[in-house]
């Protein structure tokens, strides 16, 4: 796509990618995504990230409808993963910078991705500025949003952060401004990146916040590596549903994930569905093999309660349940309630063995569960709704002591 | 005894101590000064949790 003047000469010169369905490996993008990178011309002309290598071309298309890329003085980089910096190594041939900056923990992983010798490198601490003639840049190091070397780039005098990874969505548009968009698609696709990459670090999403709130930054634009950008009353929007993701308070809502073998186990699943839906809990129940992990992440981020469900099988569980659990686990779901039910045929490790992968997640337990021999009776069903209740009574419990 | 970042998951392990940032192999994690950080992801010592 041809760049778009965001201000007076500040651009985006990004990538819409179409087709990106498998997002990094591990998540899906239904709708696509785009890789944001912008350009300041000011008496100095900085680039801020660049693109994932494919789209290479593409890039330093757009790049020059604006400049001739030998006439770019500074690369900035924000962030080092390749799907923002994999054009890094043509963009310093290209435009032959007088400097690159990054971040103290860009610069040890710059050296560890690329052949960086030569490179005129300048490390940046937080709170360093530098100067681009009538603007300013001053870095504000942001590690673990969501790498060791992320950083946002603040222009103090346009009231414009570029701010990484952090506040991005995957959905590929025309449109590059949040404002031009439906509000609800917007905030399922925040809700689906902060699931699936922001989430275990909440502690430094509220860290950062907060910094934002103590520096006064003012902001007129917050301009995220992916996705639509923000403007205007967007800008608290953005910074308000950042921290009610990150402070994860509890919702009355639950989701059943299960896998099943010849429908016991399934049978259990709806049962404790309907005790829940009696405590006043709306449930959504995904089958593992009709959701990807990452969609099932994105509806348990709204949600207080977990519950889970698998037969027995070869003395322990359906290996797609044991392959979300991994996934789960490394994204640290805060403040949830959670419970198991499954059948088995002659050895019944299956409810041990979820309850035990629960409680490596950090889910509080609650019961022991339901198993089952065989198939279900009508007494196993009474039961499993029951369970349902104990769950939704124990939800409703830590919403008001977490409210 | 080694900590772990409950962030990042670096291991703070006192035999090897963190001589990057002037903490000297031997440097129990009790006795790390208080302003000392996790070298990878800039987290609080409050943010360790001792290995299990």
């Known amino acids: ?403 | 005894m080694k900590y772990v970042c409950n962030i990042c998951g670096y291991v703070y392990d006192p035999a090897a101590g963190d001589p990057d940032n002037g903490v000297k192999p031997g440097t129990q994690f009790k006795d790390l000064p208080d302003d000392w950080v996790c070298p990878v992801c800039g987290a609080e010592k409050s943010e360790f949790s001792p290995e299990s």
Not at chain 1, 30 to 59: R, S
Not at chain 1, 244 to 249: G, I, P, R, V
Request: with cysteine.
């Open chain 1, 1 to 403: 796509m041809k760049p778009v003047e965001l201000k007076k000469d500040i651009y985006w010169v990004g990538i819409v990618d179409w087709n990106c369905r498998d997002f990094h490996g591990y998540s899906l993008s239904p709708m696509g995504t785009t890789y944001n990178a912008f350009l300041v011309k000011d008496e100095k002309i900085a680039l801020v990230d660049t693109a994932k290598a494919d789209h290479a071309g593409e890039f330093f298309c757009a790049l020059s409808h604006l400049v001739k890329p030998e006439d770019v003085d500074y690369l900035i980089v924000n962030h080092l993963e390749p799907d923002h910096s994999g054009a890094l190594v043509e963009a310093v041939q290209r435009c032959k910078p007088e400097k690159i900056f990054c971040s103290p923990m860009g610069a040890r992983s710059l050296a560890g991705l690329y052949q960086t010798k030569d490179w005129p490198i300048e490390v940046i601490k937080s709170g360093g500025s530098i100067s681009l003639g009538k603007r300013s840049v001053t870095f504000l190091e942001t590690r673990m949003l969501h790498w060791p070397d992320s950083m946002f780039s603040y222009i103090p005098e346009d009231k414009v952060v570029f701010s990484s990874d952090a506040f991005g969505q995957n959905w590929a548009t025309s449109e590059r401004f949040a404002d031009q968009v439906g509000r609800e698609t917007l905030d399922r696709v925040l809700s689906e990146y902060f699931a699936n990459i922001v989430q275990p670090y909440s502690p430094v999403v509220l860290k950062t916040l907060d910094k934002i709130a103590e520096l006064k930054l003012e902001l007129d634009m917050i301009l995220p590596d992916h996705g639509l950008l923000l403007r205007g009353e967007d800008c608290a929007w953005v910074l308000k549903r950042y921290r009610e993701m990150a402070e994860a308070k509890p919702k009355p809502r639950a989701v059943l994930v299960y896998d099943t073998m010849w429908q016991s186990t399934e049978q259990m699943i709806h049962a404790v569905s309907d005790g829940l839906k009696d405590e006043g809990i709306e449930t959504r129940i995904m089958h593992v093999k009709a959701n990807h992990h990452s969609a099932i992440m994105t509806e348990l981020l709204d949600s207080g309660a977990l519950v889970v469900g698998s037969p027995t099988h070869n003395n322990g569980i359906l290996p797609y349940m044991a392959g979300l659990f991994q996934y789960m686990k490394g994204l640290k779901p805060l403040n949830k309630v959670g419970g198991a039910v499954g059948s088995f045929g002659w050895s019944g490790e299956c409810v041990p063995a979820l309850n035990e992968w629960l409680e490596k997640i950090g889910i509080e337990v609650v019961g022991s569960g339901v198993k089952q021999q065989w198939r279900p009776t009508h007494d196993t069903l009474k039961a499993c709704v029951a369970y349902g209740r104990e769950i939704g009574a124990a939800l409703k419990a830590k919403i008001a002591a977490l409210g």
